[in-house]
């Protein structure tokens, strides 16, 4: 039975303008070209606005600007993509679990799990680890010593915390995830390697997200640290000793090495790479797999790497690129013989 | 016990050309350099055409083009490759499989596990899900609800199908794979992040292949969409919506940002890159670590990057790239000071 | 209860000069900024020489070269990163440990399970394999079929050894990491693929580490193989039959395709990208998110790739790259009409 609510429920609830029959009945949300007239849609994204006049959406949540373009009832917001993110949160189903502890859980006698948590199937917790009153620990986690999980959070399935993770309140870690990993260091000693023992911990702010397959090392001495509303996509690597500033958001498969600070309300593109030791100010946005070598200090919009070439452009440009250096200087000294080497 | 074969009996099964003793006894497979006279080798790639006058492998497989250098017995072949496959598929050792449901295995109530579909040891199966004949769930396996494993499909061992998951007839899921974790969507509202609910699902066409630790999320509104015959390595990452076209192979750490739509016949590069809201159209390549950035209309190889250099070579080289715009400018003001700018 | 010692007793043991009090007490390790008159700091990379004149530590392990400028007392190293890891050690709080077998892990009837090995909760061990003395095979892990766990190894948990893994001794593989897996074997034939089997396995080497979600496919014809003392970051790439010397490090999200071989001594990079079925000699260094294409025949440092810029700037040179070749050409028929093409 899905729920059903009406469009003027949802313009009070959410404080948007109505231009419809506020009685109409909603049953759900979908896309501009999908919707029907039970669902609400939206458009936020310029590049779907060609879909706005045909829709057949109940209602459409947009900016005032759109609303002339559209064929029907709409939601006038400031902020459409989030308003709509509010309503559709009305219709995601709700998703089983098992109260209390499964049977198939192992809880070390040290641990304490609140009341309201949930410990799914074939869960393990370790000694000295709080999983905190509607915390949730999915099918498949590992948790080790010494980590809490906090108030709401949830890991979803299969997430490991290794030791010392501290997760805040309202956190959402997905499968596969590994927090608290020792971080990766090694000492060359006359030809081979001396392993670095890893000390320290991993905090995880409130209202984090953390992907699928996500690993965050935690610290040598002291912890890996990310503040509250950090956002973190898929496969996302995170080395010991990080610091990620709130409210910053990183596309998938980005990487960060050991000891770097980002900032807050930084924006990391999908496949981007950090080098360690390194800070980053407030408030940079890092296009799609770049690569950053040096400290920025500056907000703003960074970016590395080449555009996209058909093949055979690209072989000779690239052995062009080889020879640059060579070929400037080649050129400074006949165009400007005293100037610049 | 290994099994054996005869030269003769691969000849006729596999419609190949044979020059040789029909009756010679083989009984397993191996590479040129490694072959002895009771197995067979292969010669695709022209790299190892070196390796070929010296085999001592019982037969090689080959084209037409290569027989002559043969030392042997040879089985020409118009698709080396693809005939060797079909012959080593005979000499894989079977993989034991505990029939029906594990009794450490947990099975919600709701699930449908159907006649001699395997469900592993710690493997949990949620409410509303279909394991079908023949499927495999494997150890430590996590299914979710509302997912359906098609006939003969593997999921070889702690797969995650996190909910509305729809894996087709014969595929083969890796370990450490996630289908069906959230889709990465948050919208920037006031400062912080609200999360946009998920509500779509994954769909798996027949004959996929999904690689280990490989991630594809399910759909916002809508469904992430494999078509059948697609095969994708280790550790790649499919945004939210992203649609691949049938037989379309990507290499790994390869990676699709939300709502990107591929055609069929294309090859995707190791680690590279396609950003979201695009299309490429069918037969495609991608050189590997390539960004690609726009949509693609032409079929071809496309690639971005740049060539490796000596440390000090890149360094110069990098450096004037930094300049180039400016020094392209003052040249061209010196060699066309009326034409391009 | 924190072990104790004194700053005599970590001299005599590790071989340091001590310049303080033999007597002092050591309760532990921290940063240069953090440690107190109890701890023992280190000072090995430069670019926190700032941090030594103010430290509290206790004593500092450092070079001689820096010891003048040291508030307190020192331990004086010629190599204080891995000297300092040694004393580090000491401190390392133990890790629970069931010993035996846990009752809700699964272990065949063919498989051996040795005297002192510890087998935790919810693990699975296949038939024929074999886990020495020893060695840990830690919560959730799956070990499948024909597998060797090495004495005093330890797989953290959730790693999944599939089938022919044969880890040496005193190997560390943390949580996700997925070995032996299917190599990445297609082939396509009249527009379809057809599966090539893997029928070889991987061969761990003694003393190596192998980091959190990383994956190393099993060979398709012999092994693929790790030589002893690689360490091997986070989610990290090996391609089925590559073949890495010992002593190698890479750092996290590098990736290397089939059938390569890389030398003893390597540093490769995170994010860097080797091709495959190439060669790359003893002690090279590549550089963070290169690709490396071809073989690399001498020892040395190699890159590529372009370095960051900001937007604008980065946008106006990606242009004038894309038609580097045609500038090139037309610069060089203005200069040298006769000369380069």
């Known amino acids: 039975m ?63 600007t759109d609303r002339e373009a559209a064929p ?42 609140e009341d309201g948590a949930s410990v799914g199937p074939h869960a393990s917790i370790g000694p000295r680890t709080r999983i905190a009153r509607g915390a949730i620990v999915g099918p498949g986690c590992v948790v080790g010593e010494d980590c809490v999980v906090g108030e709401g959070s949830e890991l979803v399935a299969r997430v490991t915390l290794v030791r010392r993770v501290r997760v805040g309140r309202r956190v959402r870690i997905h499968p596969g995830a590994v927090l608290g990993a020792d971080g ?31 690993t965050i090392d935690r610290g040598a001495l002291g912890d890996t640290v990310l503040e509250e509303d950090v956002r973190l996509d898929n496969q996302i690597q995170i080395g010991h000793n990080v610091v990620i500033g709130a409210h910053t958001a990183m596309a998938g498969c980005a990487a960060v090495a050991g000891s770097t600070r980002i900032g807050r309300w930084c924006l990391i593109g999908g496949g981007a790479g950090i080098v360690g030791h ?64």
Chains 1, 2, 3 share one sequence.
């Not at 501009?32 to 045909?54: H, V």
């Not at 917001?77 to 502890?101: C, T, W």
């Not at 970016?303 to 080889?322: C, F, H, I, M, P």
């Open 278 to 341: 390194i800070e980053i100010c407030d408030r940079v946005t890092i296009n799609a797999m770049s690569m950053v070598s040096h400290a920025i200090r500056e907000p703003g919009t960074y970016a590395s790497g080449t555009a996209l070439q058909e093949n055979d452009l690209w072989r000779r440009n690239a052995a062009r690129l080889r020879r640059l250096d060579e070929f400037v200087r080649r050129v400074n000294a006949r165009l400007n013989p005293r100037e610049e080497p």
């Open 72 to 113: 029907g009832a709409v939601l006038v917001s400031r902020n459409p993509y989030a308003d709509f993110a509010r309503i559709a949160a009305l219709f995601e189903p709700p998703v089983p679990r098992h109260a209390g502890v499964h049977p198939s859980a192992v809880v070390d006698p040290d641990a304490v799990v």
């Open 184 to 214: 990766f260091g090694i000492a060359m000693d006359q030809g081979a390697w001396v392993k670095v023992p890893q000390l320290g911990g991993v905090v995880i702010g409130d209202d984090c997200e953390i992907g699928a397959n996500t």
């Open 2 to 64: 899905t729920p059903a609510t009406t469009l003027g429920e949802l313009a009070d609830r959410f404080g948007l303008v109505l231009a419809g029959d506020p009685g109409a009945a909603i049953r759900g949300v979908a896309t501009l070209r999908d919707a029907g007239p039970d669902q609400i849609a939206f458009l936020a994204n310029p590049a779907y606005r060609a879909q706005l006049p045909t829709t057949r959406a109940g209602a459409v949540v947009l900016r005032e």
